[in-house]
């Protein structure tokens, strides 16, 4: 068959161009959809499965994955089973041929705790001090419990203070693993509980929104492997955005310095091919700058005039927010620069010479017709550079963010802004959660929502930045 | 007729014009320095190296340089046919609204942050590959391969079907007929490993000549940067063809040229400057890019050309150990020499790329019968 | 003024110096280089007040050059060169203490392509009188309407002034430039090939409001368009290579062209 395209190789060129091409977008709508799949799967209550093997043992957990068997041929699954206290590990391997039966009962819960991790098992009771519930009424009983907390919690009326008989301390679960083992659980360790096997689908999408917010508006937990990532997602923001303050002002100034008002002779040539080409110089060098002049340089020396009864523990002398935005703000000032320039240089001349002959000098020429006519190219830029900033993760592991940052950069506290506070960020959340935790397997799940969101807002930035170019050229157009 | 004049107004309009383009002059200015003084600093912080003296410390650069350029290298091996092969098709064969669709798409492939595909390579595709090394190492023949099998079968398809599935649009309804192909490859290749006699590639590999595997290794590098590269390679290789006066080729294809023909003989030459200065470009990123190769590589510091282990980059070892560096120290300075060195090669890099792209620019002006 | 001026020209160049009315501007021996190529020569001649004067020429003699430097938009290019001077009311447009933003608002000009500012068609009339100080709302809204009715635009626009500029055809923003200049009461109105991108409706409408201008102001009018500089213009002169060729009454350079020159072009006998 091949011998009809080895005669006419021309006519095979193509094909495998053509193939450069399918290849590329297989390779993105993969990433895509395994971050989608995995990122929002991960919060979507899946069944449990109550298994008993060839030896007898009777395991429960969430089927992961399945692999080839490493020593004999056949494949093995991964169960999430749990249950740290009682089994030292959350993972159990199985191969597939030990399973002799599978099944899915519906009493089986999934309990949320606040130290050793989740819990997979049987309610026995609910051990109240006045009286021992069992059954489907201690499973009543707890997410009534659950429920209250959560109202109270949400600052609704409090009805333990008016005397209601609800006080969480001394109520205690008594709970069982599906093997038999026992263990009593105080009420206030559980977060939440559910019983994924008995949900209706409708349970099921109310669990999972209710998953994904708790993941988009919690702290993280448990080492960075649980909760969410509410501050990760604030310090980004935050950081992005006091980048954007910086880096607007600055580069559209220059952009106007180099297109309007700087005579277009060699040298304004040289220095704009120069800032054109500092978008291709790496972002770790933009990060070595930064500690170098920014901390280290001007952090040292700010510690030294003002901070001096705190030294030698810096507080401007070591990676903070502030640094972190003007190293990404130096970064993103090419972008910034030469969309603005494009903008400018699209507006014709004869608006210029418009405004001109009305007697407009060259500022009111400036703020009056040009800027107006070359702001959604600014906007743009500036789009572009906190689309690029939000993804930048290289210089920031230089300059200011932290891994588990202990305090918010903006509080109640005076000054309320923290300029030189430590700060997390998505980006290198993804890094340090994937690589320097520990227990990757379990933080897994998590990374994929992280990067997900990562991706969706770095996507939906460069997409209305794309749009935003788009109308503009449509709008020149007529 | 006589102006409604108001002297003051006017010189308070003027004074204010002048003094806001004095601010801008100084403002714009100011940001070119600052600019300006990213290579001064370097250059300042290098510096006390002379005095050091000590030349043996520049030896610890060396096993990041290479690699450095091991990594791009692989990354570019995956990334230069990708991209370029995607750029002839879409400057020539595509269908404009699939090519108008393209572009952005591509856009969207190179916005994803590198943090994220270096997760995606180190932690996902790295022990996947390990485990099926021999269905990847197919796919790398097997996938041309099957887009040749795709074109042949297209030939001898009818009229009706080659209209349903135009090569205009090939690029998009190969796309499934990949997924086919994967599956199939990794369905097979248990079975022909089996003829093996160690069974699996990997203890093959090492038991027959000795080649180690390394889960994170230069090949998982190079796919996951050239994922990185390809967007960047390809739209300025895209630009410069698409750039080519259609006279050109149209006067090619006159003369009785087939549309490949014409873009071999014609449009590569004439265009040639410019996917020059794509690959450019795509190196300078390659060689500076940082999560990628810091997540995907394994980070040891080895002397070796094999594609089955790991290196680490000079972006890589500035990320890790200059945080932890004494300013002031011979590393940091080491490091800063390094920093150094990658900002003078993308910024010749980039400088000799848009250099040509301009001349590139002039010709094509020309060409057209511009003076 | 009645004396023509003195000319070190070659033989040929028989011009005539005139002043039927006053003038309103002067041009001295007026020279300009772009980059040290020369665009006009030892250029001279006199605008009178209240009347239309017409540049005419073949392409790239030089009259929009000469109207751009009358308004002084050549200072935005460093590679220009002068001199020679113009005057406008018996004062340098190049003097250094001179206050070109006050010159330019005294020297109106109009484009060969309609440039409307994207904004409303009130905010484009009203646009030269903010720039001049604060105002009444009430009296800008009556100098926008007058302006807009010198431009003969009022009664198409009245009913949408607050719609986009740009929702206008070609002659209708023609005209909208034209009422825009007319808001900031110039003193002389220059015209570069005003009518050369419209339609013939469109252009016979800016004709007729050309004419009907002069008793307000003095314009000052490139085309190339032979027609048109003889049906509105009351002087013309002919410009080639940079140099004033000729210059008189439109009927006399018209009907009776003392020079060969000058013949060759009218009747379309360029070489």
């Known amino acids: 068959m091949i011998q009809h395209l080895a005669k006419n190789r021309d006519e095979a060129w193509p094909w495998l161009s053509a193939a450069s091409v399918a290849l590329s977008l297989l390779m993105l709508a993969a990433l895509v959809s395994l971050l989608v799949v995995r990122g929002l799967g991960h919060f979507w209550p899946a069944p449990i499965e109550e298994v008993t093997l060839a030896d007898g043992q009777v395991i429960a957990g969430h089927a992961v994955r399945e692999a080839p068997l490493p020593d004999r041929p056949g494949h093995e699954r991964l169960y999430y089973t749990a249950n740290r206290d009682l089994d030292g590990a959350l993972w159990q391997w199985v191969a597939l041929d030990t399973i002799q039966t599978r099944s899915t009962p ?25 009286e021992r519930l069992e059954g489907e009424a201690a499973w009543q009983a707890l997410q009534q419990h659950l429920n209250q907390r959560n109202t109270v919690a949400n600052g609704a009326p409090s009805r333990a203070a008016s005397g209601d008989s609800y006080v969480p301390g001394d109520t205690y679960l008594i709970v069982e693993s599906v093997e038999g083992r026992q263990r009593q659980q105080p009420l206030h360790v ?95 060098v933009y990060g070595v700058f930064g500690l170098g002049v920014f901390v280290y340089g001007i952090g040292g020396s700010l510690d030294e005039w003002f901070f001096s009864d705190t030294l030698p523990s810096p507080t401007f002398g070591t990676g903070g927010l ?57 906007l743009t830029g500036v789009i572009l550079a906190v689309a690029r900033a939000a993804g930048e993760v290289a210089p920031l592991m230089l300059v200011g963010v932290a891994k588990l940052a202990p305090q918010m950069p903006l509080d109640g506290e005076f000054p309320y802004l923290h300029l030189e506070r430590k700060f997390m960020h998505l980006g290198y959340h993804i890094f340090d959660t994937a690589f320097h935790g520990e227990d990757v397997q379990a933080a897994l799940p998590l990374v994929y929502a992280t990067a997900l969101l990562l991706v969706l807002i770095v996507l939906v930035l460069n997409l209305t930045a794309i749009f935003l170019r788009h109308h503009l050229r449509r709008q020149r157009g007529n | ?44 912080e290098t510096l006390p190296l002379l005095r050091l003296g000590d030349t043996l410390a520049l030896a610890k650069l060396t096993p990041l340089a290479w690699g450095t350029l091991k990594a791009a290298f692989y990354a570019l091996l995956f990334a230069v046919p990708l991209a370029l092969g995607a750029a002839m098709y879409s400057a020539l064969f595509m269908s404009t609204r699939l090519r108008h669709r393209l572009k952005p798409t591509l856009e969207m492939m190179e916005a994803i942050p590198g943090v994220v595909v270096g997760f995606i390579a180190g932690l996902i595709i790295a022990p996947w590959v390990e485990r099926h090394l021999a269905g990847t190492l197919l796919l790398v023949i097997g996938l041309p391969l099957s887009a040749l099998v795709a074109g042949t079968i297209w030939h001898h398809l009818g009229t009706r079907l080659q209209r349903t599935l135009p090569l205009s649009w090939a690029g998009l309804w190969l796309v499934p007929w990949f997924v086919l192909m994967i599956a199939l490859a990794f369905w097979v290749t248990p079975l022909l490993e089996q003829q093996l006699p160690e069974d699996d590639l990997r203890r093959f590999l090492d038991k027959q000549w000795g080649i180690d ?7 998982i590098v190079g796919v996951a940067m050239g994922f990185a590269v390809i967007p960047s390679i390809y739209a300025l290789a895209e630009d410069a063809l698409a750039d080519v006066p259609k006279s050109l080729l149209e006067g090619a294809q006159a003369l009785g ?68 560096a004494a300013p002031g120290g011979l590393t940091y300075h080491l490091l800063i020499l390094a920093a150094l060195a990658l900002f003078v090669f993308t910024f010749l890099v980039n400088t000799l790329a848009e250099a040509v792209r301009q001349r590139l620019r002039r010709r094509y002006r020309r060409l057209e019968g511009h003076p | 003024m009645q004396a023509s001026l003195p000319k070190s020209a070659p033989e040929n160049a028989a011009v005539m110096h005139f002043a039927t009315a006053e003038s309103c501007l002067e041009i001295n021996d007026f ?164 009518a050369s991108a419209l339609d013939p409706i469109s252009t016979l409408k800016i004709e007729e409001l050309i004419r009907n201008l002069k008793s307000q102001l003095t314009l000052v009018l490139v085309t190339h368009n032979m027609q048109q500089a003889a049906r509105v213009s009351d002087y013309t002169a002919f410009l080639q290579g940079g140099e004033l060729v000729e210059y008189g009454p439109t009927d006399s350079v018209f009907t009776n062209p003392r020079l060969q020159r000058t013949e060759n072009y009218i009747t379309g006998r360029m070489a």
């Not at chain 2, 470009?281 to 890019?289: K, L, N, S, T």
């Not at chain 3, 009347?51 to 050059?65: D, H, L, Q």
């Not at chain 3, 003097?95 to 994207?118: H, Y």
């Open chain 1, 190 to 284: 559980i977060h939440r509980a559910q019983r994924p096997n008995a949900m209706s689908m409708g349970e099921k999408i109310q669990t999972w929104g209710s998953a994904v917010w708790r993941f988009l508006s919690q702290g993280p937990r448990a080492a960075n492997t649980g909760g969410g990532v509410w501050p990760a997602i604030f310090g980004t923001v935050l950081m992005v955005l006091l980048m954007s303050l910086l880096v607007t002002p600055f580069g559209v100034l220059a952009a106007i310095y180099l297109n309007e008002i700087a005579h277009q002779g060699r040298l304004t040539r040289l220095v704009r091919i120069g800032v054109r080409n500092l978008a291709g110089v790496p972002s770790i």
């Open chain 2, 257 to 324: 040229a087939t549309r490949w023909q014409a873009l071999w003989k014609v449009a590569l030459p004439t265009a040639g400057p410019g996917l020059f200065s794509a690959v450019m470009i795509g190196a300078g990123r390659a060689v500076g890019e940082t999560m990628i190769v810091l997540m995907a590589s394994g980070n040891t510091a080895l002397f070796s050309a094999s594609p089955f282990e790991g290196m680490r980059s000079i972006s890589a070892a500035i990320a890790i150990e200059l945080p932890e």
């Open chain 2, 213 to 219: 595997y390394a889960t994170r290794n230069a090949m």
């Open chain 3, 31 to 194: 020279s300009l280089a772009y980059a040290g190529v020369p665009a006009l020569q030892g250029l001279s001649l006199q605008v009178p007040r209240h009347r239309v004067t017409a540049f005419i020429g073949p392409s790239g003699c030089g009259k929009s050059t000469l109207l751009r430097a009358i308004n002084r938009l050549h200072d935005l290019n460093e590679s220009v060169t002068l001199s020679g001077n113009i005057q406008l009311e018996g004062r340098d447009i190049h003097a250094p203490q001179l206050n070109v933003a006050e010159l330019r608002r005294r020297v109106g000009m109009v484009f060969q392509n309609p440039n409307p500012f994207p904004m409303s068609i009130y905010e484009n009339v009203a646009f030269g009188l903010r720039l001049q100080g604060r105002m009444l709302k009430r009296k800008r809204d009556d100098t926008v309407e007058w302006a807009l009715q010198s431009a003969a635009l009022w009664e198409e626009v009245k009913d949408r002034l607050y719609r986009s500029a740009w929702t206008l055809s070609g002659g209708q923003q023609q005209r909208l430039v034209i009422a825009r200049t007319l808001a900031v009461q110039p003193d002389v109105l220059l015209l570069d090939e005003p």
């Open chain 1, 322 to 378: 502030l640094w972190a935005s003007l190293t990404l703000a130096l970064l993103t000032l090419p972008v910034v620069i030469v969309a603005t320039e494009e903008g400018l240089a699209r507006i014709p001349d004869a608006q210029r010479e418009g405004a001109l002959a009305l007697g407009a000098t060259r500022l009111e020429m400036l703020t009056r017709i040009v800027l107006p006519m070359a702001a959604p190219a600014m």
């Open chain 1, 106 to 130: 519906v009493e089986l819960v999934l309990l949320d705790r606040a130290s050793w991790g989740d819990f997979i098992g049987r309610l026995v009771a609910v051990v109240m001090p006045n």
């Open chain 2, 1 to 44: 007729m006589t102006p409604p004049s108001d002297t003051l107004n006017q010189r308070l309009r003027l004074a204010r014009d002048r003094l806001a383009t004095g601010l801008i002059t100084a403002g714009g200015i100011g940001v070119l320095l600052a600019v300006l003084a990213i290579a001064v600093f370097l250059l300042w």
